[in-house]
């Protein structure tokens, strides 16, 4: 009698990680300067895109800075509050999840 071998393919279904995007608010006192470093040093964007941004900071009153797992997105948000208060700018940035 010839064995029927069945081959049963497991699907796992992963989901992916929920995603952040860290979002800086313009405000009076942070200058353009420090949002620009601020970029350019923690979000590792190059001059032009650093420039852009914060340019859509300064107009539109938010900018995106990226999209992040939650963790990364806590940690870029704990990096910016602690030089903006190290650097005595009011500079707010939040994460929010990405839908």
Known sequence: ????????????EITPPSMYKVVL?????TTMEFVIMILRTIFHKNEVEAEAIMLQVH???IG???LFTKEIARTKVNQVK???KESGFP???????DF
């Open 1 to 12: 009698m010839p064995k029927i071998i069945e081959k049963i393919k497991i699907i796992e």
């Open 25 to 29: 608010h313009n405000d009076d006192y």
């Open 59 to 61: 107009e539109m009153g």
């Open 64 to 66: 995106s800075c990226g």
């Open 82 to 84: 602690i030089l903006a």
């Open 91 to 97: 500079l707010l940035v939040t994460a929010e999840k």
